[in-house]
């Protein structure tokens, strides 16, 4: 499945009697970064659960270009996710987490796959290293290349920034300027508006789970 527009139709989501999402509507097209801004609470991560097919919109539509629902595996295929939880095994170096995704998304080139990965993680010299002894930075970097790996259409990222140094924040902007010239829809939650300044190609501001005006 190929899409290059994502668009939020009137979507509302409730946790019991918490509104955590509103009526929102809002769109983003291929090659263009969205920041997602807000105070905590706000309902951002909500929106990128429900736009990576974890939740599901008590009510409204959620279109992948002309499909319209969850859409399955084919369309969790084409998608790419960094959460507060990196999904990285620390046992393992980061080739071998590299080639764990690559193989989980049946790529046709592991190897090389891994490669360009590491590679783009800046971690060459580090590869076969155990992730449990890298920075935080290090390890945020390998995550968005997990991310990326299988070359997703749409790429959701919540608090990318957070607790990285500023070297570490120029490569994951580097990265995710790569991202938008190959194409993807890019979305990020952030409470760094500097982070994103020179980035975002639209900010739009979520407030008790309604766009702002």
Do not use: C
């Amino acid at each position: 499945m190929d899409f290059t527009r994502l668009e939020f139709v009137e979507v509302t989501r409730t946790f019991g009697r918490r509104r955590a999402l509103n009526r929102v509507s809002l769109a983003a097209a291929a090659g263009t970064i969205t920041a997602l801004l807000g105070h905590n609470g706000a309902g951002k991560s909500t929106l990128l659960s429900i736009a990576a097919t974890l939740l599901q919109p008590s009510s409204g539509t959620v279109r992948y270009g002309d499909h319209a629902g969850s859409g399955g595996a084919a369309l969790r295929a084409r998608i790419g996710m960094l959460g507060h939880d990196l999904y990285l095994y620390p046992e393992l170096s980061a080739a071998e987490n590299l080639r764990f995704f690559a193989r989980l998304y049946s790529l046709p080139d592991v190897e090389s796959a891994v490669a360009r990965g590491v590679e783009r993680a800046g971690q060459t010299g580090r590869a076969d290293e155990p992730v449990a002894g890298f920075s935080r930075g290090m390890r945020q970097r390998l995550a968005l290349e997990r991310a990326l790996i299988h070359e997703p259409r749409l790429l959701l990222l919540d608090e990318p920034f957070t607790g990285l140094d500023e070297a570490a924040r120029e490569a994951l902007r580097d990265r995710l300027r790569a991202a938008r010239a190959a194409g993807t829809i890019v979305i990020l939650t952030t409470h760094d508006l500097a982070a994103i300044e020179s980035l975002a190609d639209r900010s739009v501001t979520l407030v008790d789970g309604r766009l702002a005006a």
